[in-house]
């Protein structure tokens, strides 16, 4: 089963810090990764997502995502933190037949004043 | 583009009730979802749609669960009977084609006391 696996709860980093919030897959095939991220009380946004090409994604509000095939991972990153990118984030993959997402488990991100 | 409308936002209902969930997706849009969040189990995946016709609903948790979409500007999750352990937060999704980004309503906040 396509699945991905988001080893951290949380993640605490003050703010003008830079960001990584880690995920990791698991497939059969080529990954079509996507991160989305969720505000209190809010449904999910799209943030980036890979397909193939380039193995640096560059998405919305600054973030980025690099694309390692061979750790395969799909990291989150900002050069710079906001108080105001604290939200919860989430990892997805492609399902098997291409028509929904798999999500994992969240990370909640905080950055500090 | 209006999003992904779904009503109500909030509902609080008694066990034993009939609760009925609304979404609209985004015009164009011929793939619809209906996710369920939780703590305890995160994003979820119940059902999905493309043109109207159900795909895949290997994730409805039981019978007291079903869902519609009549046309393609409709769908509705219903729970009948509803229990405690239903309440969480259910999203509905669409998105525009086979690889596209899938897009998230605000989600209907459902508790069951």
């Known amino acids: 089963a396509q699945s991905v696996a988001q080893p951290e709860d949380q993640v605490n980093v003050a703010e003008g810090n830079p960001l990584t919030v880690k995920c990791t897959y698991s497939?059969?095939?080529?990954?079509?990764l996507f991160w989305y991220v969720q505000y209190p009380n809010r449904g999910l946004q799209f943030l980036l997502k890979?397909?193939?090409?380039?193995?640096l994604v560059k998405g919305s509000y600054g973030f980025e995502a690099e694309f390692n095939k061979s750790q395969t991972s799909f990291h989150l990153k900002k050069p710079s933190a906001l108080v105001s990118d604290s939200a919860l984030y989430f990892c997805?993959?492609?399902?098997?037949?291409?028509?929904?997402?798999?999500f994992g488990k969240g990370t909640s991100l905080l950055v500090t004043p | 583009d209006a999003g992904v409308i779904q009503s109500p936002r909030h509902e609080v209902t008694e066990m034993g009730q009939e609760v009925t969930l609304r979404c609209k997706p985004i015009?164009?849009?011929?793939?619809l979802f209906w996710y369920r969040q939780t703590m305890m189990r995160g994003l979820e995946l119940l059902i999905y749609?493309?043109?109207?016709?159900?795909?895949?609903d290997s994730g409805m948790p039981e019978d007291r669960f079903s869902a519609k979409m009549p046309n393609a500007s409709f769908s509705t999750l219903k729970i009948q009977p509803s229990e405690p352990r239903d309440s969480a937060v259910y999203f509905c999704?669409?998105?525009?084609?086979?690889?596209?980004?899938?897009?998230f309503g605000e989600g209907s906040w459902l508790t069951v006391v």
């Open positions: 749609f493309n043109n109207n016709v159900p795909i895949d």
């Open positions: 015009s164009g849009h011929d793939y």
């Open positions: 997805a993959v492609r399902d098997w037949a291409g028509y929904a997402l798999n």
């Open positions: 497939v059969s095939g080529n990954p079509y």
């Open positions: 890979y397909i193939t090409g380039d193995n």
């Open positions: 999704a669409s998105k525009s084609r086979t690889y596209g980004s899938i897009y």
